[in-house]
């Protein structure tokens, strides 16, 4: 299908070159709306690798971009913001059918002490109340889990980073055509205490991993999932971290199963991109669709 999309949105040229098909004009008729909370600092690769995802649905969806009222980036050119992206507070949560929360780069932080912390959390509880269904991904799973459930992120010694194998945990609809084993990118520094989240009443582990651990967890009824990876990455884009790091002097280790024979001189060999798919489309079609009755996220 197609994905509308604010025109000028430089993801349109982009995805063009992919055969990605996106619409600017108001004339489309999109059966979905969907609200993305951009936290990440390269707010245009991740715009666009959302959409990317999105518009490989076979439901017509507009999307519509978010910033936080109370934090200045400083890695987006600002008029590329002010042109595209709304302030929360400016439009009303009912508006929506489904929305999506961004990973941010803040994960050593104490929740609390994130300059948006507070309208984050505001913007969660409104969420809650009037949206479908939300993808919080992951640092926002985490933020997610502790606002929501006072379930506490567990810090690593290094940066988590790599493509591991998954399997499905406990079914539901979102995992709906998942392989037995599949494939997700990981990039993060913290973690959860795996008999924690078992142990809570209204979530339950959809998906993890041996190497990675936890990969989804959803809310019973499918109001809500937390993902830890992101398998919505493009192919370099672990690269461009792995590289950026290199060149600060961080001493990262090289991504886990990602570069061909793990040797950065070699091209990533991309096995993430099917599950990717299936992931958003079976959120927007059993979860998001006012039409879908919700697949219910049961405990096993």
Same mark, same amino acid.
């Given at each position: 299908?197609?994905?509308?999309?604010?025109?000028?949105?430089?993801?349109?040229?982009?995805?063009?070159?992919?055969?990605v098909r996106t619409v600017t004009t108001t004339g489309f008729k999109a059966s979905l709306r969907i609200g993305v909370l951009n936290l990440m600092p390269l707010k245009i690769?991740a715009e666009t690798d959302l959409i990317r995802l999105l518009a490989s649905s076979p439901l017509p969806v507009e999307?519509?971009?978010?910033?936080? +009222?109370?934090?200045?980036?400083?890695?987006?050119? =600002?008029?590329?913001?002010?042109? %595209?992206?709304? /302030? #929360? &507070?400016? @439009?009303?949560?009912?508006?929506?059918?489904?929305?999506?929360?961004?990973?941010?780069?803040?994960?050593?932080?104490?929740?609390?002490?994130?300059?948006?912390?507070?309208?984050?959390?505001?913007?969660?509880?409104?969420?809650?109340?009037?949206?479908?269904?939300?993808?919080?991904?992951?640092?926002? +799973?985490?933020?997610?889990?502790?606002?929501?459930? =006072?379930?506490?992120?567990?810090? %690593?010694?290094? /940066? #988590? &980073?790599? @493509?591991?194998?998954?399997?499905?945990?406990?079914?539901?609809?979102?995992?709906?055509?998942?392989?037995?084993?599949?494939?997700?990118?990981?990039?993060?520094?913290?973690?959860?205490?795996?008999?924690?989240?078992?142990?809570?009443?209204?979530?339950?582990?959809?998906?993890?991993?041996?190497?990675?651990?936890?990969?989804?967890?959803?809310?019973?009824?499918?109001?809500?999932?937390?993902?830890?990876?992101?398998?919505?990455?493009?192919?370099?884009?672990?690269?461009?971290?792995?590289?950026?790091?290199?060149?600060?002097?961080?001493?990262?280790?090289?991504?886990?199963?990602?570069?061909?024979?793990?040797?950065?001189?070699?091209?990533?060999?991309?096995?993430?991109?099917?599950?990717?798919?299936?992931?958003?489309?079976?959120?927007?079609?059993?979860?998001?669709?006012?039409?879908?009755?919700?697949?219910?996220?049961?405990?096993?």
């Amino acid at each position: 299908m197609a994905v509308l999309v604010p025109s000028g949105l430089p993801a349109v040229e982009a995805l063009s070159c992919e055969g990605v098909r996106t619409v600017t004009t108001t004339g489309f008729k999109a059966s979905l709306r969907i609200g993305v909370l951009n936290l990440m600092p390269l707010k245009i690769n991740a715009e666009t690798d959302l959409i990317r995802l999105l518009a490989s649905s076979p439901l017509p969806v507009e999307i519509a971009l978010f910033e936080p +009222a109370t934090h200045t980036s400083k890695s987006t050119p =600002a008029e590329h913001l002010r042109r %595209f992206y709304n /302030k #929360f &507070s400016s @439009v009303g949560a009912g508006e929506f059918d489904g929305f999506i929360i961004t990973g941010a780069p803040v994960e050593k932080i104490a929740f609390e002490d994130v300059d948006y912390w507070q309208e984050l959390c505001a913007i969660m509880d409104m969420l809650k109340r009037y949206v479908r269904s939300t993808l919080y991904i992951c640092w926002a +799973a985490f933020a997610g889990l502790y606002h929501h459930y =006072a379930i506490d992120k567990k810090l %690593f010694d290094k /940066k #988590f &980073s790599g @493509v591991f194998a998954h399997s499905v945990t406990t079914p539901c609809r979102l995992t709906d055509g998942f392989d037995d084993e599949f494939y997700v990118p990981h990039s993060r520094f913290v973690g959860f205490d795996r008999s924690e989240v078992a142990s809570h009443p209204q979530l339950c582990i959809v998906a993890e991993s041996a190497e990675s651990g936890i990969y989804i967890i959803g809310e019973k009824g499918g109001r809500d999932f937390f993902i830890t990876g992101h398998s919505e990455y493009a192919p370099m884009t672990l690269d461009s971290e792995y590289r950026r790091d290199v060149a600060k002097a961080l001493d990262p280790a090289v991504p886990c199963n990602y570069y061909v024979d793990d040797n950065p001189a070699n091209a990533p060999a991309v096995r993430w991109r099917s599950h990717a798919r299936l992931l958003f489309n079976n959120w927007l079609n059993h979860y998001v669709s006012p039409d879908a009755v919700c697949g219910v996220v049961t405990r096993s």
